[in-house]
């Protein structure tokens, strides 16, 4: 990650009745796998606020995604380092050596050690989280110049010890003769030696995510070829992205003694019938969400640089995006795990003063294909609106032809520290493209927490 950052600076409560609600109503994708046409520039007021700094994307760049296990990250160099007010950075899994990785990370890349740092964890909004804390540094006038981003390396998680081994190994260090190092080591034995492997699981609840997700589909009565049909479209409208070369943020890194790697590795358009051979992976043997339908683990870093507006021009920048109104909700982590979204999405839209026919691109984070889709049929319910979010009304599904038509995390993949700034970049770069004025990025994470934010792009 040191490089990066010098080459950016250029199931659910009464799961029957849910299912009754929503089985009448299945979604499917199978004639989504077109990507959209180009959205026509509508005349539209921008979000600018009286005596509020206008806060600005200028670029953002992230390494290729790679499954764990394949690769490594990348570095380019632009802006001058000493204009860099502050460099913060999100992680998930962190590494007791590089605890605070930002501020390793900016002090290995050259930056000057007066620049502050500092790293967030938010689970998978950790880059999300990043992002707003830089503008809310920003729009407070404490920095002008913020870089923003994440990391993670599934390829070489920490394992620790057990916790009897660890005892042992501190007592031992504690130990003052002979005789009491003896006596403790009279206590090993051979399971001490076991490993505590982490896992992408609640703490609270001690459910993974996949089974959460499992749950979360049955409970919206969302079949798994429902899942395989989206899984589908993300990898086919990856695919297609990535063949027009529509991934501009994506920069080459050179894996030390191994190759360059340009591009993101886990695209891999299949068919339904190759999909459909696949054994569920959480819940066994009815389960519906696999290895297909599921994000994979994932190495990868991003980041981007966030400006001032003012400052952004005074240096001849070119902003992309406004990075404008912004949400964090948080939920029951043991049945509405996944649909921060839900949450998020008509919070922020009130908070902005938009409604969803106002959005021309939509990112949102691909856990799962049963996520993405309980999340489509949450927001499209005026019963979920009300029974469960105390709304009055249903705030809408996001119409297919502008949601993630340039593939998601099922298909691009998921570092979870990562993932909140390609969502960003993504939004922004699709606006430019298409001609649209306002992106909406929302994701879900771990803890049941969720964030959304309104994307505005810069006029031409």
């Given amino acids: 990650m040191t490089s990066l950052l010098t080459y950016t600076l250029k199931y659910l409560p009464s799961t029957s009745q849910w299912a009754l609600r929503f089985s009448m109503r299945p979604l499917s994708c199978s004639s989504q796998l077109r990507a959209a046409t180009a959205v026509q520039a509508k005349s539209k007021q921008t979000l600018a606020k009286p005596n509020i700094r206008n806060i600005v994307v200028v670029d953002g760049v992230r390494t290729p995604f790679l499954l764990s296990g394949t690769s490594g990250l990348l570095h380019r160099t632009s802006v001058p380092k000493d204009v860099v007010d502050y460099i913060i950075f999100g992680t998930v899994i962190q590494e007791v ?92 034995r051979l399971n001490f030696l ?74 891999r358009p299949s068919s339904l019938e190759q999909m459909a051979k696949l054994k569920p992976a959480f819940i066994k043997p009815y389960g519906t969400v696999t290895a297909a339908n599921s994000s994979f683990l994932t190495d990868g870093a991003s980041a981007v640089l966030i400006l001032a507006e003012e400052k952004a021009l005074a240096m001849g920048y070119k902003p992309k995006a406004y990075l404008r109104d912004f949400m964090y909700v948080s939920q029951d982590p043991k049945d509405q795990l996944l649909l921060g979204p839900t949450y998020a999405t008509p919070k922020v839209l009130e908070k902005a003063g938009l409604t969803m026919n106002d959005i021309d691109a939509f990112e949102f984070h ?16 005026d019963w979920f609106a009300q029974n469960y979010m105390g709304r009055k009304a249903k705030v809408g599904s996001p119409p297919l032809e502008k949601f993630n038509i340039w593939g998601g995390s099922l298909s691009l993949g998921h570092p979870f520290g990562a993932t909140g700034c390609r969502l960003v970049m993504a939004a922004a770069n699709r606006l430019q493209k298409e001609g649209g004025q306002y992106g909406l990025v929302a994701a879900c994470a771990a803890g049941g927490q969720g964030h959304a934010m309104i994307v505005e792009a810069y006029p031409k």
């Avoid at 620049?115 to 990043?130: D, E, F, K, L, Y």
């Avoid at 005892?167 to 009279?186: F, V, W």
């Avoid at 297609?240 to 590795?265: I, R």
Wanted: hydrophobic content about 40%.
């Fill in 97 to 188: 050596k590089t605890s605070n990785v930002a501020r390793e990370a900016a002090l290995g890349a050259g930056f000057s050690d007066r620049t502050p740092a500092h790293t967030v964890t938010m689970a998978c909004i950790s880059s999300n989280q990043a992002m707003t804390t830089a503008v809310s540094l920003i729009a407070s006038g404490q920095c002008d110049v913020v870089v923003a981003g994440g990391v993670e390396l599934m390829s070489d998680v920490p394992i620790r010890h057990s916790r009897k081994m660890r005892k042992m190994m501190l007592d031992l260090s504690k130990a003052k003769t002979l005789g009491q190092r003896l006596s403790l080591i009279s206590k090993f």
């Fill in 194 to 267: 076991s490993p505590e492997l982490p896992a992408v699981a609640e703490f609270s609840t001690n459910e993974t995510m996949g089974h959460s997700a499992d749950r979360l589909a049955a409970a919206f009565a969302i079949s798994r070829l429902e899942q395989d049909e989206y899984a589908l479209r993300s990898h086919s409208l990856a695919k297609k992205a990535q063949d027009e070369g529509l991934l501009s943020d994506v920069v080459p890194f050179k894996v030390p003694g191994k190759d360059t790697v340009t591009q993101d590795n886990g695209i």
């Fill in 366 to 381: 691909e856990a799962f294909s049963g996520q993405i889709l309980a999340n489509l049929k949450a927001m499209d319910s």
